[in-house]
């Protein structure tokens, strides 16, 4: 074989874009009935952005961006998410100004360097929502609740929401340290990673996958014991409001994301049906993101959904291509440029009709027509045609009826456009 492509960046090809487009034309939907407004942001940042804004000790910043220095010396990194990007334009283009509160969704590729997996790529992509300038706790069950109401209209099943507090600029930091000393004396345990990490961000190990440090943490201090007022009067609220909207949720202690810019309410939704790569999606609280990148206060809370993990979770019964709904068999010389004729008057009707373009025979084109999933073939007879007639059979139930040649444009968009 010539070129390849690269390992970890697929292509997604047009037998299963349907179901990419039937995605995010739903998330358009719910997101811009919730009040979202799409954002597009470039997919190339100055590195310093994702440096700062996601955190130094991080899985993303410390092992997976690509980062490289461009022509003119600076260091650009392809964005490993969108979050940061999305603060960055919102402050550098004051939309604050306006209205403080921006509720804003994207769609794009995000680049990590992962090792490639099942459900796990180099590129892959996401779709992200993010609430900008609200602090309230209604926001965080709002955004959840949004969440799950598109997860569950692309028809997902099997969910379970699983929501935590990691605290805030005041309790976390006690939290910290109580893990900390709780994990030191378990140290021998942990693994090299681990090890590092009890210094730098102790609470990655939780997500740790190695079975010895999994055992180390089982019964770590949990962050709600160690939530200031503040935290839990919000974490109470954001639970209150959730059961007001009828949605379950399990509570998990040892859920606390990998980045660090969360705050407060962190939220996964996994699914039974994941295997290892559980987690669809991710979100959470970051009200310090904005001042780490600069220097304004303003709080926010958004998710991104893994496009790859939703979209291996669709339902399978589900048809996602678009089948021609009319194929035109015109063996005859004559009745050729006919069928041309008649195609493009039904393509500009928004019919989806397709036609042989070589004149072979009947029986090929017949053939083609059931290839193709045609919903209903036309066909052009030179006998027929001289008596102003065509034949219209339906592919499913194999019926036939003859159609009078004029106005074929009209009785066809009647039938066909119909069901
Ligand atoms: P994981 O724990 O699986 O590495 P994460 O915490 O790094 O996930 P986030 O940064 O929260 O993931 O991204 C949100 C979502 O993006 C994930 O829930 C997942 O569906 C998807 N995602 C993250 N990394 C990848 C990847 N390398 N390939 C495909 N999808 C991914
Ligand atoms: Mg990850």
Redesign the pocket.
């Known amino acids: 074989m010539g070129i390849t492509a690269i390992r970890g960046f697929n292509d997604i090809l047009p037998s299963e874009v349907g179901k990419w487009q039937f995605v995010e034309k739903t998330a358009r939907e719910v997101f811009e009935g919730f009040g979202f407004a799409e954002i597009r942001i470039p997919i190339l940042e100055r590195t310093e952005l994702f440096s700062r804004g996601i955190g130094e000790a991080t899985?993303i910043v410390e092992k997976e961006m690509y980062t490289f220095t461009d022509k003119g010396g600076g260091s650009l990194t392809l964005r490993p998410?969108a979050t940061a990007s999305m603060a960055r334009a919102y402050l550098e283009h004051q939309l604050y100004a306006f209205d403080p509160v921006a509720k804003l969704y994207c769609f794009g590729p995000m680049f990590?360097y992962?090792r490639p997996q099942k459900?796990?790529?180099?590129q892959?992509y996401?779709i992200d929502a993010e609430v900008f300038g609200v602090g309230n706790p209604v926001v965080d069950a709002e955004v959840i609740l949004m969440l799950i109401h598109f997860l569950r209209r692309v028809g997902l099943e099997k969910l379970e929401l699983q929501i935590n507090s990691l605290g805030c600029r005041d309790c976390r930091p006690r939290y910290r340290e109580g893990l900390k000393a709780f994990l030191t004396e378990k140290s021998f345990q942990l693994c090299e990673d681990c090890q590092r990490r009890l210094q730098t961000n102790p609470l990655r190990i939780f997500?740790c996958k190695v079975q010895t440090c999994q055992e180390a943490i089982a019964d770590a201090p949990k962050v709600s014991d160690f939530l200031c007022g503040e935290c839990d009067t919000h974490f109470d609220k954001v639970k209150e409001c959730l059961s007001m909207a009828n949605l379950d949720y399990v509570l998990n202690p040892r859920m606390v994301?990998?980045?660090d810019y969360y705050t407060r309410t962190a939220f996964e939704v996994v699914s039974y049906d994941l295997g290892s790569?559980n987690?669809?999606?991710?979100g959470g609280r970051y009200d310090n993101l904005f001042q780490e990148i600069g220097g304004l206060d303003i709080p926010g809370i958004g998710f991104?959904?893994?496009m790859?993990?939703l979209i291996s979770l669709l339902p399978k019964d589900k048809e996602f291509i678009r089948y021609p709904d009319l194929f035109i068999a015109a063996p005859g010389k004559g009745t050729h440029g006919e069928a041309y004729r008649l195609a493009n008057q039904l393509h500009l009707e928004g019919i989806h009709t397709e036609f042989d373009y070589e004149g072979k025979s009947l029986k090929s084109q017949m053939r083609r027509a059931d290839k193709l999933k045609a919903r209903y073939v036309l066909i052009l007879g030179e006998e027929e045609m001289k008596k102003g007639r065509a034949v219209l059979r339906n592919m499913a139930d194999k019926s036939q009826e003859e159609l009078p040649i004029d106005n074929l444009t009209g009785i066809l968009k009647n039938k066909i456009g119909k069901d």
């Open positions: 899985d998410e990590r992962e459900g796990r790529y180099r892959f996401q997500d994301r990998g980045l790569q987690a669809v999606t991710g991104a959904i893994g790859e993990r």
